[in-house]
């Protein structure tokens, strides 16, 4: 069965640096085809894809906040950790990791996803 | 980018309807598009994917269709546990893009 589960912190202020973890099982991110991704879900808005990183190190970043993550992968830990820089209070959201689907870039399943807060 | 547009944006239904979705894309993404239904305060859960097909568990009352830029779900017979808000995503290029959603709620 796989699961993931985000951590980090529920309120950050403005320009300080987000980190989120996600702490999954049930799969090995060093198994060919797997990835891990991040969507975030401001309230009551739609759902935005953030970043994928793949088995083999490949990263993929929406371009409109490419300058501002980070993705990276700690197998060891079956962990996988995204920074975003500079938050300001429109990145308020609910952010969520998920599996990517084995053959597809869709994603199941999702972790419960944490509710980040930019304020000062 | 590639848009992903839903109609309708919501939908009254009621126990035991058949409900059809539509996703549009902004340009041809063959198959590859996923639905998903998310219900408040819950993580989204995949429907379908690569256009028509049933992701394991999910109830045969729930179908997907279409290719290019159009694309259906239709959930046979509505159930309680049905009303949710449904959202399609495109996988055919980065950035991946999600539509707006569409939420069945009871008539």
């Known amino acids: 069965q796989i699961t993931l589960k985000e951590s980090g912190p529920t309120l950050v202020k403005p320009t300080q640096t987000l980190t989120l973890t996600c702490t999954f099982s049930g799969f090995s991110l060093t198994t060919n085809g797997v990835g891990v991704g991040w969507i975030r879900q401001p309230p009551g808005k739609a759902l935005e894809w953030l970043a994928l990183?793949?088995?083999?190190?490949?990263?993929r970043y929406s371009p409109s906040l490419k300058s501002r993550l980070t993705i990276t992968k700690d197998t060891s830990k079956n962990q996988v950790v995204l920074t975003m820089t500079n938050m300001d209070p429109l990145d308020t959201a609910t952010y969520f990791c998920a599996h990517r689907h084995v053959a597809y870039n869709f994603f199941d399943p999702w972790g419960q996803g944490t509710l980040v807060t930019v304020s000062s | 980018d590639i848009q992903m547009t839903q109609s309708p944006s919501s939908v009254s239904a009621s126990v035991g309807d058949r409900v059809t979705i539509t996703c549009r894309a902004s340009q041809g993404i063959s198959t590859w598009l996923a639905w998903y239904q998310q219900k408040p305060g819950k993580a989204p859960k995949l429907l379908i994917y690569?256009?028509?097909s049933l992701q394991s568990g999910v109830p045969s009352r729930f179908s997907g269709s279409g290719s290019g830029t159009d694309f259906t779900l239709t959930i046979s017979s509505l159930q309680p546990e049905d009303f949710a808000t449904y959202c399609c995503q495109q996988g055919n290029s980065f950035p991946l893009t999600f539509g707006p959603g569409t939420t069945v709620d009871i008539k």
């Open positions: 690569a256009a028509s």
């Open positions: 990183i793949y088995w083999d190190d490949e990263k």
